[in-house]
């Protein structure tokens, strides 16, 4: 019925879901924040890369001495976690 509490809070997210949400935004931060205090600490050089996926094309974008290594694994983690999507909704929808 119209006007009835669902029980969602922001974003019309479950509060499970949400809390998620709010725990990788968290990570995202303290990673950042490990990468800047071990630059100023340590120094020298880094390397960083990601991969982006628009529609099922994936962008590989990467620059710096260990670049090879880090687009190999965040390729490899992000197909495993599509398949760990694709996986997850078969089951709910069968």
Do not use: H, K, N, Q
């Amino acid at each position: 019925m119209m006007g009835e509490e669902t029980g969602d809070t922001s974003f019309g997210l479950s509060g499970r879901l949400f809390s998620f949400f709010l725990l990788g935004i968290a990570l995202v931060f303290v990673g950042v924040a490990v990468l800047v205090v071990s630059a100023v600490v340590l120094g020298g050089s880094g390397s960083v890369c990601g991969v982006i996926f628009i529609g099922p094309i994936p962008i590989v974008f990467g620059a710096g001495p260990e670049s090879t290594w880090l687009i190999l694994i965040s390729l490899i983690v992000a197909t495993l976690s599509i398949a760990v999507f694709v996986l997850s909704r078969r089951r709910r929808s069968g």
